[in-house]
C-alpha cells in the first residue's frame, strides 16, 4: 500500500502556478472524500493510472478507470472515491495560481471536468518528479515545480476529452469557448478584439462582458496568456532563440516578449528554459 501526502509552503514568486499539496495513493482501498462547497479553496486534480474508482456529481456515480481523471474547481463541492475491490493508483495534486481559469480554458468553472487522456504514459513521469521535488523541498525548486505542473495542465488542456457533463450555460458558453480555442490556436498571429468578436458572433461590447465572466479573463489578458503558454513549450521542446521564439508567438519585439513573460513567471525565458532542463 501506498500513502503519500505533501503538504508545500507558499512560493518565494507570488502568484505562480504551484501546488499547495500532492500526493499518491496506491492500494489504499478506504481512500475516499467528501467536500462540502467552500472546504477546498484549491484546484483539486486527480489522475487514474490503474485500479477504478467513481466520482458522484448531481446524484449519479461516474466510474473511472485507467488513463482517466477529475479536476473540480475552487470551493465546489466534491464527492470521490476509490472501487474497493479494485483500489485506484491515483496521483493527486491541489495547486492554484494567477491566470489559471485563463490556461484550463473554462475547465471546471461550472461542473467537475472529467475527462480522458490521449498518452496518459506522458503524465506519470511528470507527476512522479513533481512528487520527489516536494518531498525534499527547497524553495529553489519552486521554478522546477511550477514548470512541472504547467506541463501537466497543458496535457490535459491540449490532449484529453471530456467523458461526461455539457458544456454549461448552453450556446452562449459554447460560443465563448469555441472562440477562446480559435484565439489559443491562432495566438502567434495579430488579432484584435474586432477579429476576436467577430469569430463569436456578438459585438466587440458584448464579446469582452461574456469573455469576462465565463473564462475568468479578458480577451487581452487571455491572448497574452496563450502566447506564454506558447511560448514555455517552445522554451523546453526547442532549441528556437528567444528572438526566434519571440516572433513565433506574436511578440514583433524580443525585448516586450521578455518583459512580459517574466511579468507572468517571474522570471526570464532562458531562465525557465534552464531550469526546466535542469530538471
Avoid at 27 to 43: I, M, Q, S
Avoid at 85 to 113: A, C, K, N, T
Avoid at 161 to 178: A, D, K, L
Avoid at 264 to 279: K, N, S, V
Wanted: proline share 5%; with cysteine; glycine share 8%.
Amino acid at each position: 500500500m501506498i500513502k503519500i501526502d505533501c503538504y508545500l509552503p507558499s512560493p518565494i514568486l507570488k502568484g505562480i502556478l504551484f501546488p499547495e499539496s500532492l500526493g499518491h495513493y496506491k492500494n489504499f482501498p478506504n481512500h475516499g472524500e467528501r467536500r462540502n462547497a467552500g472546504l477546498l479553496k484549491d484546484y483539486n486534480l486527480h489522475i487514474i493510472f490503474a485500479g477504478k474508482g467513481a466520482i458522484v456529481h448531481d446524484g449519479k456515480e461516474i466510474e473511472l478507470t485507467p488513463g482517466m481523471g477529475f479536476l473540480f474547481g475552487k470551493h465546489t463541492t466534491q464527492q470521490y472515491r476509490t472501487k474497493p475491490e479494485d483500489p485506484w493508483d491515483v496521483r493527486w495534486i491541489h495547486f492554484d495560481g494567477q491566470d489559471v481559469d485563463s490556461l484550463l480554458q473554462g475547465r471546471s468553472m461550472h461542473e467537475p471536468y472529467l475527462f480522458s487522456l490521449h498518452r496518459p504514459e506522458r503524465l506519470k513521469p511528470l507527476m512522479e518528479e513533481m512528487l520527489q521535488l516536494a518531498q525534499t523541498y527547497r524553495h529553489d525548486y519552486d521554478v522546477q515545480i511550477s514548470s512541472l505542473l504547467y506541463e501537466v495542465l497543458l496535457e490535459i488542456v491540449h490532449h484529453s476529452h471530456q467523458i461526461f457533463g455539457t458544456s454549461p450555460g448552453g450556446t452562449v458558453h459554447e460560443r465563448i469557448r469555441h472562440t477562446a480555442e480559435y484565439i489559443r490556436m491562432h495566438c502567434r498571429n495579430m488579432l484584435d478584439l474586432k477579429t476576436m468578436a467577430a469569430t463569436s458572433g456578438y459585438s466587440s461590447f458584448h464579446f469582452s462582458r461574456l469573455f469576462h465572466q465565463i473564462m475568468g479573463s479578458t480577451p487581452a489578458q487571455y491572448l497574452l496568456q496563450c502566447r506564454i503558454t506558447l511560448a514555455k513549450h517552445l522554451l523546453v521542446s526547442t532549441a528556437l532563440t528567444v528572438k526566434q521564439i519571440a516572433l513565433e508567438t506574436g511578440f514583433h519585439q524580443s525585448s516586450y516578449f521578455i518583459k512580459r513573460f517574466r511579468e507572468h513567471t517571474g522570471i526570464t525565458p532562458e531562465q525557465f528554459r534552464q531550469l526546466r532542463r535542469m530538471g
